[in-house]
């Protein structure tokens, strides 16, 4: 085993021939001839040869290498990275998605995976980590925070500072991640206050999730040390919190698009304290959008300065997680870099990983996922405990109050309350059910703005507890669609009558498909289709945005295992 100082010798000898190849005393492994490139630092677009040597670039000017590659007309860019992202969003294993994002210019995101600790505990945050191993986009990771979201959740697994402290010592984990329990920081609940301290002590950030937190209790949340927010959906609230000091993660996945009202950020003085996320993204968002490459396109579209959109997408987002040696095209970074053909259409042509082309030329990457521990693999597909449903289960309830959904957000308002089901009126019968422990516990409400007419929609997909949520027109038809959801051991129904209209199958950790991106989407979509067919209201993801109902930490109601959570008073309805 190589002892540390074995280690420096080795990398003192390396530094050496990238100083020769910078020098121009030998020629560089790669150079990217006649180069335009962004420059991070001056904020303008560069000019000159590209050498790189040890995965590195060493050298900006007139350079001749032992290979070249004719950039002339084109633009070099550091590879894009993904600032916030839940990897079982999109549906499929961490491989799919890399095979997805790759081809778009991704070279890094940092992930939480929150959702798939909330069913299987830290077993579950160990499985990404292994499946995220040695993958053509490096995978970092911000440990849970709160799992459960918070105390009204009922979830598979509940994980104390002391369950994720060991975590600390993997060298693809960064720091913790999104503290939603936001009332539970300012009321200073002692485990959050643990968790904290604890990346303090190791100096490691710490992500946020505030959405619309007044005054005074927003100080006391950045007081906590908590560095960043992605939950700002209107350029007010972004503002309150950056005059703070934090860090805004300009968001723009397949729930919340929030880019448009906070494009302002993207000039000065606020542009260097943002940079993007997608925080979730669903297979058909991969698919027909791609990733990061979209968000810059769109910023720029809307009117930001290309070289400001770039940046935030790679350097901003490097510079704040300390991702040393990554988000800039200069000597001694990585030589992790993206091709596009111009600012407008924003195509990438090729990517780079260290110095070496990572896209066949069919514009896909070669390898395979790596292995997961049999132990870890076997728990991810026996993560269901719940008996069979019946119509019994979902109903009565009397006057439950109404939810309504905010048409292009992820917010809720009250509506009232309802004794029955109204699908004239839009008043629909919503229950979220418990599947991790066979407690038996439904809980139920209305819910409004949804938009179905006859049937039931059922998913396992339902954040953060990932507990089953359904929502229809009637109790027999909601017990069928859960129980088949059930049978599918994690999926997404669509039902009506006595039979599936359609079905997505996932089967790893009931939140996760095993077949590929394309198959997955194509069933997504044939189920979104259903959905739409039987009223649910066009414009919305009748899935993801119906997963959002279930977390209690965004305002103003959501639907828990024990029945309508009131997220401003902290109170079941």
Not at 248 to 277: H, K, M, Q, V
Not at 463 to 475: F, K, L, Q, R
Not at 524 to 553: C, N, Q, W, Y
């Amino acid at each position: 085993m190589e002892s540390d100082w074995e280690r420096i010798q080795r990398r003192a000898r390396v530094r050496g021939r990238m100083l020769r190849a910078a020098a121009g005393e030998v020629p560089a492994e790669l150079v990217l001839k006649n180069a335009a490139y962004v420059n991070v630092f001056s904020n303008e677009l560069g000019h000159g040869d590209i050498a790189l040597e040890a995965g590195h670039i060493v050298g900006i000017g007139s350079y001749t290498g032992r290979r070249a590659y004719d950039c002339a007309g084109r633009i070099v860019l550091p590879a894009l990275i993904d600032g916030h992202i839940h990897l079982e969003s999109a549906l499929v294993t961490p491989w799919e998605f890399v095979r997805a994002v790759l081809p778009h210019g991704t070279g890094a995101v940092v992930a939480d995976p929150h959702e798939i600790a909330n069913v299987m505990g830290t077993d579950g945050i160990e499985y990404l980590l292994q499946a995220t191993e040695g993958l053509p986009v490096d995978v970092y990771f911000m440990l849970p925070s709160c799992v459960p979201a918070t105390a009204m959740e009922a979830s598979g697994a509940r994980l104390d500072a002391r369950a994720i402290d060991p975590l600390y010592r993997h060298p693809r984990v960064l720091g913790l991640g999104e503290v939603m329990d936001f009332m539970g920081v300012v009321r200073g609940d002692l485990d959050l206050l643990e968790k904290l301290e604890a990346a303090h002590h190791r100096g490691r950030p710490v992500d946020g999730h505030a959405p619309d937190l007044p005054q005074p209790a927003l100080s006391a949340y950045v007081a906590a040390g908590i560095g960043s927010d992605h939950e700002c959906h209107d350029l007010e609230d972004a503002l309150a919190k950056l005059r703070l000091g934090q860090t805004i993660l300009i968001r723009e996945g397949t729930a919340a698009r929030n880019l448009e009202a906070l494009l302002p950020l993207l000039s000065p003085p606020y542009c260097d304290r943002c940079l993007f996320c997608t925080d979730d993204k669903h297979p058909n968002d991969l698919l027909d959008r791609g990733h990061m490459d979209h968000i810059v396109r769109r910023a720029i579209s809307l009117g930001a300065d290309p070289i400001l959109a770039v940046k935030a997408a790679t350097y901003n987002a490097a510079r704040h997680f300390s991702l040393r040696g990554r988000g800039a095209v200069a000597p001694g970074y990585r030589g992790d870099l993206v091709l596009i053909d111009n600012f407008t259409d924003f195509t990438v042509e090729q990517v780079w990983r260290g110095g070496v082309p990572v896209l066949t030329p069919e514009g896909v990457p070669e390898g395979a996922p790596p292995g997961i521990d049999p132990r870890l693999e076997g728990g991810a597909r026996r993560t269901f405990h719940v008996g069979v449903l019946s119509p019994a289960d979902f109903s009565g309830g009397g006057w439950l109050p109404v939810i309504g959904m905010v048409a292009g957000e992820i917010t809720t308002v009250p509506m009232g309350r309802s004794d029955r089901i109204d699908p004239a009126r839009d008043i629909l019968k919503a229950a979220v059910v418990e599947r991790h422990r066979h407690t038996g516990a439904i809980g139920l409400g209305f819910l409004k703005g949804y938009g179905l007419k006859e049937g039931a929609v059922a998913t396992y997909v339902s954040h953060d507890a990932n507990n089953i949520i359904v929502v229809g027109t009637s109790e027999a038809e909601m017990a069928a669609a859960a129980n088949r959801v059930i049978a599918l051991k994690g999926g997404i129904v669509v039902w009506r009558g006595d039979r599936a209209e359609a079905e997505v199958a996932l089967p790893i950790a009931g939140i996760m498909s095993d077949q590929a991106l394309p198959v997955v989407n194509e069933q997504l979509e044939r189920a979104k289709a259903r959905a739409h067919g039987l009223g649910v209201r066009r414009g919305i993801d009748p899935f993801m945005t119906l997963s959002f109902m279930a977390i209690p930490v965004i305002p103003s109601l959501r639907l828990t295992t024990g029945g309508v959570f009131d997220v401003t008073a902290q109170r079941l309805l």
